[in-house]
Every structure is written in C-alpha cells, then in structure tokens.
C-alpha cells in the first residue's frame, strides 16, 4: 500500500465529509452519514484506505463543524497514523468544488505536486489497490488531471463522462435527465497544482452552487483530463441512500465470507 506517482512527487488528499446526510435522515440527524457502518467499517475508512493506496502524506478532511473534532481524532479509533489529518469547516455549502476548496489554505502553500480528492460516500467496498492509478495515468498519459469512472446502466443520477480511445475526456455533464448507459464519475479525482488558480475562476451554477464539472471543464479545454476505468472488482458503490447504504453493506459482506 502507500503508492507514489513514478516521478515521485509529493501527493496530498482531500475527502470531503459534510453535508447533511438528509436522504438518510433520521439515522443522520445526529451521526455524520460518512461515519455510518458499511457491514464492519464506517464509511469513511475506505476513503481512507484509498488515501493510503494513492502515497497522500497529508489528508485534509473537509466536514461539518460539529463532526470536526471526531475527524480530527481519526487516528485514535481507526487508524491511519501514518497520514497527517487536518480538518477544515465548509462554512457554506456551495458545492463539491466550493468544499474543495475549502483546503486551499492547508495545501497551496506546501506546493503540492498531487491533490487527490474523493468523495466520502462513494466507496470502493472490495478493494482500493488499484487506486494508484489516478496518479500513473496522469504521468504517463501527460494530462494535468484524472477522473475516476465505470460503466453504469443508468447514468442520471450521476456526472456523466465522454472519452475517446486514449482515455482523454471530451465532455463531463452534471445528472442528465436521461435514462441510459454510459461512463459516470466515481467521485475519485486527482489535479495537479494548477487547481488553485482554476478554482478561483469558477462561478455558481443555476442552482448557486460550485460544480466540480465546472473544475473538470477548465482542464479539457486544456486537453489536459484523462479518464481512468475503476474495475468492476474493485465494489463501487454511492451509499448516499439507505438503499445503497445497504446494497453496499451485503456486497462488502459477501467479499469478507
């Protein structure tokens, strides 16, 4: 585990923890929906475990203020003490690239040559060995950035990606109104360092919030995103709802029998 990019270069994470939980509610009213039990882990351990397999030396969890300090305590009840957590409170929820860059601060001043971001609720339940690869493709594809997707039969629920042969994205749409099949986002990304700067030119969406496709786009025009594929082993699963909290629990059940 603990992976690194071939050139070596330093790599830090963020995984953003916060939100309301309001599609698991009542179970999330009073425990953050990233620390609920996913069979015998909570879920934010296998963001974590991810982390590990990416060689982050520097984990800024971004979270809720109430939920700060059991964050900041990750090392005492789960693990990990290899990596240095830090914590930062999204203040207002303006979106994922909004919460991204909520761990500006932390980052952009250690110059980091890597920033790999994951989504809290959505896991790889089976196995995150492959995860090195949002790194290796990056390096050896030459583009600025990756995502992280699979084949889904049903992509409106998801941001919906468009690559050509050599991995290279064309197009990232947010939640089309489709019912079809296709590439979807896995919520894995890694950036390089231009992230900063790309970040402050992003505007609120129709619905007021920061978009990370809007993040995405600036690095295609840029030619510069590659799509990397998550094998189907590896158990991916958005366990924002109780069905898939569940669904995700059997399937991490199963793997352990």
């Not at 296998?46 to 590990?52: A, G, K, L, P, R």
């Not at 409106?156 to 994205?169: L, M």
């Not at 019912?179 to 992003?202: N, P």
Request: hydrophobic share 40%; net charge negative; aromatic share 6%.
């Amino acid at each position: 585990m603990g992976a690194t990019s071939p050139a070596q270069e330093r790599v830090a994470g963020i995984v953003l923890v916060g939100g309301t939980g309001s599609r698991l509610f009542p179970a999330t009213r009073v425990v953050n929906k990233h620390l609920l039990p996913v069979y015998d882990r909570p879920a934010i351990a296998f963001s974590m475990d991810v982390m590990e397999e990416c060689g982050v030396d520097t984990l800024v969890l971004v979270c809720n203020a109430a939920d700060k300090e059991i964050y900041q305590s990750i090392p005492t009840w789960l693990g990990y003490a290899d990596i240095e957590i830090r914590t930062v409170v999204q203040e207002e929820p303006n979106g994922i690239a909004g919460a991204i860059a909520c761990a500006r601060e932390h980052l952009e001043p250690e110059g980091y040559e890597h920033i790999v971001v994951a989504l809290g609720d959505t896991l790889y339940v089976h196995s995150s060995t492959w995860a090195g690869e949002i790194l290796t493709q990056v390096e050896e594809t030459g583009c600025s950035a990756a995502v992280a997707v699979i084949e889904h039969p049903n992509t409106k629920d998801f941001g919906v990606v468009e690559s050509i042969a050599n991995g290279t994205v064309v197009s990232v749409q947010e939640k089309i109104d489709v019912h079809s099949s296709g590439q979807v986002c896995t919520g894995l990304y890694s950036f390089d360092g231009s992230i900063w700067k790309r970040l402050e030119s992003i505007v609120p969406s129709r619905r007021g919030e920061l978009e990370v496709t809007s993040l995405l786009q600036s690095y295609i025009d840029d030619g510069g995103l590659t799509a990397v594929a998550v094998p189907e082993e590896a158990g991916w699963f958005d366990v924002g709802t109780p069905d898939r909290l569940v669904d995700a629990a059997i399937a991490r059940r199963k793997v352990l029998a």
